[in-house]
């Protein structure tokens, strides 16, 4: 399979800086989304990378390492409406080249 | 709301009761995937369509699962004999290109 790792919670306080990493397995991969779930809500997309290096967004930035295996969601400027679950996915070429591979979420809590 | 719609929001049957499930993509979006997702975990791939044709299922799809896309727009996702392990909410997703956009989901409760 194509393990996607990521850490199951993370706290923050508002206003600060919070960098969520991923890792996955390399072999046939495409490229790598970052989804916000709020809890009982659909999936809401913030990011796709393929290309290495840092996108940036607004507050969101996204970072991807293809040699590595590596990315990284980069929340600024904490907002209480940011506590939600972070989902890193990623897709991967051959049979089931569609089809989004997502870690079991991180789930980040913001305080005042 | 030209987003992606599923219905009903909330299922609630019993074991051994037939379910089905229906998914309203973005209008121009020819690709539409199915998840499931439960507490705690990711979602978790159940199948895709390109247009009509059904490309993509995963092995975790037990035969009284089935999916349908017959005109290439909406889709409807059938479960028979549902058994309590299926309880679990059913996410709908749509895409052109890369982002796939979700749909509100379909919570399915069996009892």
């Known amino acids: 399979g194509q393990n996607i790792d990521q850490p199951t919670e993370m706290t923050a306080t508002e206003g600060a800086i919070v960098q969520i990493n991923c890792t996955y397995q390399t072999s046939g991969f495409n490229g790598l989304f970052w989804y916000q779930q709020h809890a009982g809500e659909a999936p809401t997309f913030l990011s796709y990378n393929v290309l290495d290096g840092l996108e940036e967004k607004g507050r969101f930035s996204s970072f991807l390492s293809r040699s590595k295996g590596y990315s990284y969601l980069l929340l600024k400027e904490l907002q209480m409406k940011d506590s939600a679950s972070y989902l890193c996915?990623?897709?991967?070429?051959?049979?089931?080249?569609?089809?989004?591979?997502f870690g079991k979420g991180t789930k980040l809590s913001v305080i005042p | 709301d030209t987003g992606v719609s599923q219905n009903p929001r909330h299922k609630i049957t019993k074991r051994g009761q037939n379910v089905t499930f229906r998914c309203d993509p973005i209008?121009?979006?020819?690709?539409l995937y199915w998840y499931r997702q439960t507490l705690g975990q990711g979602p978790e791939f159940l199948t895709y369509f390109q247009n009509e044709a059904q490309l993509e299922k995963s092995r975790l799809l037990s035969d009284r699962f089935s999916a349908e896309r017959p005109k290439g727009s909406f889709s409807t996702l059938e479960i028979q004999r549902t058994e309590q392990g299926d309880s679990a909410m059913y996410l709908c997703?749509?895409?052109?290109?890369?982002?796939?956009?979700f749909g509100p989901g379909t919570r399915l409760t069996v009892t």
């Open positions: 996915a990623a897709t991967y070429s051959g049979a089931g080249s569609y089809q989004l591979t």
């Open positions: 997703a749509s895409s052109l290109m890369g982002e796939q956009y």
């Open positions: 209008s121009e979006h020819n690709r």
